[in-house]
């Protein structure tokens, strides 16, 4: 083997690290498990001594590594290479992490937020390969997303950009965690479809889901697609709403940066036709008719590991042939 990167996706409860070739074939892959409690220092060293022990189980010399590329949960700054906080991990508060493993590493670290990662690796080797224009969303606990414009990812100024989750689709609607209202993080990702449901359902709302709030204590988002699939009417206007906010969104970024591909990602898509066919249904009800847009709508498929595919992929990109 000639030439390695590393992707390591940082998480709040583990650490994924993956191995690759030149051509991004991921060779081999290990995780090692994060503590609420762990200082910086120790978390870097876990990471060091992971994949120093992944490339000697794999008898993959530590020269061959030309690159390590890292995805980060939080707010960050790509600029120098800091986590600035991290969710699920209090001690990671300014953390020039970029610059500590590639010390521990002696070699160049690419640094990039854990959702602009899943949407580079799509773009690299997933749903948008070969796509020089291109939106990616994860629809989860939140809506995080990343932009791909001409080919380069979008930070904007002071790496603002591409909080898509926090564009608003609803004025006046719910409040979000980021104190907006209307957010559609607040009306469209996995929690708020749930919440949504069970909100309705606490106030007297009619649907076979109210047997499973009685039983569970709470409602999931899997638990609304079902009832739905299976007829309820309730649970499919929960749904139809989350498909709506989500075709808005989809407009609003097409006519923001002109992608000729939307790719979703995260827990959420995990619905299927269910979620893809009904978001595409209100896309084409909503979307202009001035002209003939020829943008898909898709799901991602890198699936579990987008995040160490997409950070190698980076370092990669940024330290390989451009
Ligand atoms: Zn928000």
Known sequence: VSEIYIGIDLGGTNIKIGCFDEKLNLLCKTSVITEAQMEPKVVVERINAGTRKL????????????????????????????????????????????????????????????????????????????????????????????????????HGFNNNATELGHLIVRPGGRVCGCGQKGCAEAHA????????????????????????????????????????????????????????????????????????RIVFAGGMIAAGEQLLGRVKHYYEEYLWTLKAEKTEICFATLGEDAGIIGAAALALYETGNK
């Open 189 to 260: 990702s996995a929690s708020s479809t749930a919440a949504r449901a069970q909100e309705a359902i606490e106030a007297g709302a009619e649907s076979s889901l109210k047997k499973v709030l009685e039983d569970n204590k709470q409602i999931t988002c899997k638990d609304v697609f079902e009832h739905a699939k299976s007829g309820d009417k309730f649970a499919t206007e929960i749904v139809e709403e989350t498909a709506k906010c989500l075709a808005i969104l989809c407009i609003d970024l097409l006519h923001t940066t002109g992608p000729e």
């Open 55 to 154: 490339l000697a189980d794999n008898n993959i010399p530590m020269e061959s590594v030309k690159a390590v590329g890292i995805g980060v949960p939080g707010p960050s700054n790509v600029e120098n290479g800091m986590i600035i906080a991290a969710p699920n991990l209090p001690l990671f508060k300014n953390v020039p992490i970029r610059d500590m493993l590639s010390e521990k590493f002696d070699k160049p670290v690419v640094f990039e937020n854990d959702a602009n990662v899943a949407c580079w690796g799509e773009h690299a080797v997933g749903a948008g390969k070969g796509i020089d224009n291109m939106v990616f969303f994860t629809l989860g606990t939140g809506i995080g997303g990343g932009i791909i414009t001409e080919g380069k990812l979008l």
